[in-house]
């Protein structure tokens, strides 16, 4: 079944210890999305790829960055994670801008 | 700012009844609207899309959409309890970004 991957379900790290999250598609989708969500809030979207190309949201601090080195997979990194940073990491596709958008099942990120 | 409304809830239904969601929304602009179904802990799960006025059926659920008020509603047909999740109502936001305004989510408690 095509879908949309997650890695690792589960993370914790440190105060300030860099963590890497992936996220890979096997939909073909252009679009690649990264979500932030914390608890009873709706998704935060952090940036997204289309195709190559990068779109930062304005609010998104430059401590998260993300890589997409081909067609399937996507990281987002966080260099120095604080506590604030705990939150479900949402990665979504989609075939072109304003279609639907599939979400993987997330990483849940624990910062101690 | 660009905003999407939803009331929080909790709505609580007996089972086998017919719930209903509304959602509305502040960019006439937006083109493109979307009802996800998200269980405590999970991701979102596309449920419904709708692109055009009027009502759109798919199974139990009916997105119904009118751009002139602006006004979005998810029905939900045979309510069963397995359909007790937060349901998030989104809107594509500026045009071209492939950004999703998301409302905070309504609660739905289907009782058996």
């Known amino acids: 079944d095509a879908m949309v991957i997650q890695n690792p379900r589960y993370q914790v790290t440190q105060f300030g210890k860099p963590v890497t999250l992936s996220c890979s598609q096997t939909l073909n989708h252009n679009v690649m999305y990264w979500y932030q969500q914390k608890s009873s809030q709706a998704p935060k979207l952090l940036f997204h790829?289309?195709?190559?190309?990068?779109?930062n949201e304005a609010d998104t601090p430059d401590n998260f960055q993300s890589r997409r080195p081909n067609t399937s997979f996507c990281f987002l990194d966080i260099r120095s994670p604080g506590l604030g940073d705990a939150a479900m990491y949402l990665c979504?596709?989609?075939?072109?801008?304003?279609?639907?958008?599939?979400f993987g099942p997330g990483t849940r990120l624990t910062v101690t | 700012q660009k905003e999407v409304e939803q009331n929080s809830g909790p709505l609580s239904v007996p089972e086998g009844a017919i719930a209903s969601l509304n959602c509305t929304y502040s960019d006439r602009g937006s083109q493109s609207f979307f009802w996800y179904r998200q269980y405590s802990g999970k991701s979102p799960e596309l449920i419904m899309s709708?692109?055009?006025?009027g009502d759109k059926e798919d199974g139990r659920f009916t997105a119904q959409l009118n751009k002139a008020s602006q006004y979005v509603s998810l029905l939900i047909r045979d309510s069963q309890p397995s359909d007790s999740a937060t349901y998030l109502c989104a809107a594509e936001g500026p045009s071209n970004t492939g950004k999703l305004i998301f409302g905070q989510g309504t609660t739905l408690q289907v009782k058996p």
């Open positions: 979504a596709t989609s075939r072109d801008i304003s279609y639907e958008q599939y």
């Open positions: 790829y289309y195709d190559k190309d990068f779109n």
């Open positions: 709708i692109y055009s006025n």
